[in-house]
């Protein structure tokens, strides 16, 4: 059932917005935060004393005045707490500690079989955030919760892995799995939906409405941002574009189809067009170290792979007309080698193209894109709307998981 608006709703409520209005807008006094909310002077001052007193909020100097004293200035404070995200890709994951407004404070990589079972992939995680929370710095809150990124068919709500072709992991209970470990809320989504949030967080989306997040890894994902908020679709499993077919009788794909689009514009795709043009094996790193040399091969795989993300970009363009494309994830590593090809394709396939201004970009965020994002999915949660962890005792500092 939900919550009624009484009294002690409508506080939590007005005090969120003014913890968030400083998130977001930045230093202001208290004049101004009581202009901004349309709350009166008396109760901002009220709140605002017990996000002083949590330490969410502090005083930083004073503000400029035509007449009487100068205002003091507020200001969000971001190392009251932490977050860990999580990017887990085929064979490695990264994982970041943010501070509350997404900034990274520390970060580690690592490795497993890509073969592994989701048990010991588990393991590994919970050994890897608790060694990253304890380097963190005391603070107010800790450790307020975990961001897991997954390359898979994800249901948000219950955070449960249905399928992870690339992982070969099916019906995996991640959420209740790591919760159970960890000992703080954790959410789950498919990397892609992170990237987007990512982006739209804290990089290139903050200044538009919509935007199109490709990540562009070991598989191909898109995660769609759509009036500020990510569009799941009626099942949770909206912008699963990395599958929609660009060659009818193309190349078999884990899902089972033929011809995806992840296919040919992946990292996957890369490393197995180089294959096929030098007759040999390498990583996706030496491709690119050896396509900056010029070397044909290397370069045209990367053209190759261009060429198919630029098809994918027009049809989702034609589609959506999305004001930015952000393409992340480990091929945008390649820079304006892939990109050169992508917009070259577009320029000339995209109907779209011909009558709309169209904004394609490489991840600002690059490598930490989705981490970034699975950081942000807890950001998100924590400050959407009351904020019933303030009965917290402001005096519990704690560190860490």
Known sequence: MPRTGDQTYIKELNRSIVLNTLRFQGEMSRTQLAAITGLNKATISSLVDELISAQLVIEVGHGTSQIGRRPILLMFNAPAGFVIGIDLQVGFARIVATNLSGKIEQAVECSFESSSEHQDVIEILVEKVGELSGKLPPSRLGVVGVGVAVPALVDFLRGIVINAPNLKWKDVHLKALLENRLNVPVYVDNEANAGALGEKLSALGQSVSDLIYISAGYGLGTGLIVNHELLRGANGVAGEFGHMIVEPQGRRCHCGNQGCWEMYASEKALLNEYERLAGRTTTTEEILSLARSHEPHAFEAIQFVGRYLGIGISNILNALNPPLIVIGNKLSK????????????VTSRCF???????????????QDACAVGAASLVLHEYFSGPMVHMSVDAGNMRKGV
Request: without cysteine; hydrophobic residues 50%.
């Open 334 to 345: 390649a820079g304006g080698l892939l990109l050169r090809p992508v917009q070259q394709t």
């Open 352 to 366: 779209v193209a011909a009558y709309a201004d169209v904004n394609i970009q490489l991840s600002s965020l690059g």
